[in-house]
Nanobody
Framework: QVQLVESGGGLVQAGGSLRLSCAAS????????MGWYRQAPGKQRELVAA???????NYADSVKGRFTISRDNAKNTVYLQMNSLKPEDTDVYYC??????????????WGQGTQVTVST
C-alpha cells in the first residue's frame, strides 16, 4: 500500500536550518508530484512547496528564498531544505503525493506529519 514517511523535524533556534525527508513507497514515485504542507493547531493546512515529476517547483510566498524542495527518484524521496527558520515556521509538516501537477486543492496521499518547532 501507499506509504509516505516524514522525518527530520525537531527543535531549532531561529535562523537555523532543518532538512525534512519524505520516503515514499507503494506507487510510481517518479511520475507523481510531491508537496509539503504545514498546519498549526486550529488553522487550515497550507501548501509550503511542491515539485512536479519533471522538477518544476513552486513555493508559498512566506518561504520563498528560504526553503528548497527537491526530489531523488532513485531513492523515492522528497526533501524540504529549510533555512533561516523563523518562529512562525513552527508547524506540523506533512508530505503529500498526487498524480496531478496542480496543488489547487487538498487530495492525494498523506504522511503522518513531522513537528518543526522554531524557538526565539
Amino acid at each position: 500500500q501507499v506509504q509516505l514517511v516524514e522525518s527530520g523535524g525537531g527543535l531549532v533556534q531561529a535562523g537555523g536550518s532543518l532538512r525534512l525527508s519524505c520516503a515514499a513507497s507503494g506507487f510510481s514515485f517518479s511520475i507523481y508530484s510531491m508537496g509539503w504542507y504545514r498546519q498549526a493547531p486550529g488553522k487550515q493546512r497550507e501548501l509550503v512547496a511542491a515539485i512536479t515529476s519533471d522538477a518544476r517547483t513552486n513555493y508559498a510566498d512566506s518561504v520563498k528564498g528560504r526553503f528548497t524542495i527537491s526530489r531523488d527518484n532513485a531513492k523515492n524521496t522528497v526533501y524540504l531544505q529549510m533555512n533561516s527558520l523563523k518562529p512562525e515556521d513552527t508547524d506540523v509538516y506533512y508530505c503529500n503525493s498526487r498524480i496531478s501537477t496542480t496543488f489547487d486543492r487538498e487530495y492525494g496521499y498523506w504522511g503522518q506529519g513531522t513537528q518543526v518547532t522554531v524557538s526565539t
